[in-house]
């Protein structure tokens, strides 16, 4: 059984950055590739990034391409979402998951959720 927990969330002025991070439990933590998402307030979870097993392929959102940049290092089980520039409407709880089948920017095909970690940029 795999266990994602995020962390690395917090406030930040607009322009700044922050780096999440997703550790895995369970020793197949290499075998698949991981996605990110994020929940506004009052609004439906999105897609924000994927990464695939090996970290050599990566997907993003519109809404974060050229700001997010998703890597792993899977000698330590644990997945990163670089984000800078950040915008007020980045504010949201992120979650990992591990990619199961299907599209990889429908929340769908994933399983074992973290339980997130909230991002707030102010103005």
């Known amino acids: 059984q795999v266990q994602l927990v995020e962390s690395g969330g917090g406030l930040v002025q607009a322009g700044g950055s922050l780096r999440l991070s997703c550790a895995a439990s369970g020793r197949t933590f290499t075998a698949y590739d991981v996605g990110w998402f994020r929940r506004a307030p009052g609004k439906e979870r999105e897609f924000v990034a994927h990464?695939?097993?090996?970290?050599?392929?990566?997907y993003y959102a519109d809404s974060v391409k050229g700001r997010f940049t998703v890597s792993r290092d899977n000698a330590k089980k644990t997945v990163y979402l670089q984000m800078n520039n950040l915008k007020p409407e980045d504010t949201a709880v992120y979650y990992c998951?591990?990619?199961?089948?299907?599209?990889?920017?429908?929340?769908?095909?994933?399983?074992?959720w973290g339980q997130g970690t909230q991002v707030t940029v102010s103005l």
């Open positions: 990464i695939n097993w090996t970290g050599r392929t990566s």
């Open positions: 998951a591990r990619y199961y089948s299907g599209s990889y920017s429908e929340d769908g095909g994933y399983l074992s």
